[in-house]
């Protein structure tokens, strides 16, 4: 396929990896900020159970052959399919991202076997004006919005202390790992679009992840029992805190706040200079005020856009 007679589309190989992430790299700069995102984030994304670049990506190349934009397709569920993509900053404005968009559409039709009641989520930059129009123009509508949240530990930071009846400590892999799983399971059951993963799924994932290392993770326990969850991981120089979670019957006792510190002064101790996560804006359960409390700072903003596969109008012009 190709775009005004410069760029083509064509599969992605997971050599060009590398390529993508500079795309993505170049993309977050491009707004003078940090970069958040980066490698690691792709390297992530590529990791998942079940995903094949060929099968669930697009890349779009110029006439040099050099990749200026990428976008893919994926569903971890039946009936949802979850896709986003980015474009070079040199290169937008020239109907890539639309081409993109209608690629992994098409990708999304075929993971979900054409039913009309599947949905695609999309996820963009929160101040990328001209996507936001794009998704709108076929069909999508914004649904949630994220941040992601980021504590500067350059210096010493200390540990907090354990609530009272509490432990917190470091987990024993493989031993706790089933414990740790329901804890999550239960803590996130009515998150918004939250949906249950099987066991043996979720390990290979975690143990998938770049910068996998259960030493970064660490568990509350009351008794003997596993009541709170903390996990992590290590992307480079950013400390990475993948979930906290505690038992309904647990909260409200500080746990959740001494498992943060707790991450902190371990990713310190490393010399990681900043430890960063991803939580949901309209969170019911106040896990934004927590952060805050702790001290981490909103460094990016990025929402999520959805319709139903058989909502779109394909003769709809992009604007």
């Known amino acids: ?30 707004d003078g900020r940090e970069v958040v995102l980066g490698e690691e984030f792709v390297r992530s994304e590529w990791g998942r159970a079940g995903f094949e670049p060929r099968v669930h990506a697009v890349a779009a190349v110029d006439r040099a052959g050099e990749i200026v934009g990428f976008a893919q397709a994926f569903g971890e569920e039946p009936t949802i399919v979850e896709c986003w993509g980015v474009v070079h900053p040199d290169h937008r404005g020239r109907g890539v991202g639309g081409a993109l968009l209608r690629a992994v559409e098409g990708r999304a039709a075929e ?55 509490i432990t917190i400590g470091p987990i024993r892999a493989p031993d706790d790992l089933p414990a740790i799983h329901a804890v999550l399971d239960e803590a996130f059951a009515e998150d918004w679009g939250y949906h249950p993963e099987p066991f043996e799924r979720w390990v290979a994932e975690q143990a998938g992840e770049p910068g996998h290392d259960p030493a970064l993770w660490a568990k509350a326990s009351d008794g003997a029992d596993v009541v709170g969850v903390l996990t992590a991981t290590l992307w480079g120089d950013r400390g990475w805190i993948g979930e906290v979670g505690v038992r309904r019957s647990h909260r409200g006792r500080g746990i959740a706040s001494a498992l943060l510190r707790r991450s902190f002064a371990t990713f310190a101790d490393r010399g990681v200079p900043r430890v960063l996560l991803n939580v949901d804006a309209e969170n019911p359960t106040g896990a934004t005020a927590l952060y805050e409390r702790a001290g981490m700072r909103v460094v990016k903003r990025w929402d999520l856009w959805e319709r139903s596969l058989g909502a779109i109008d394909r003769s709809r012009p992009d604007p």
């Open 1 to 30: 396929m190709s775009v005004d007679d410069t760029y083509v589309l064509r599969p992605v190989e997971r050599r060009d990896l590398t390529a993508v992430a500079a795309v993505l790299i170049e993309a977050e700069r491009d």
């Open 111 to 165: 993971l979900l076997a054409g039913d009309p009641g599947g949905r695609v989520r999309h996820a963009i930059e929160a101040r990328d004006r001209a996507a936001a129009a794009l998704l709108r123009a076929r069909g999508f509508e914004r649904v949630r919005h994220f941040w992601h949240m980021e504590k500067d530990v350059s210096g010493p930071v200390e540990r907090a202390m354990d609530p009272d009846g």
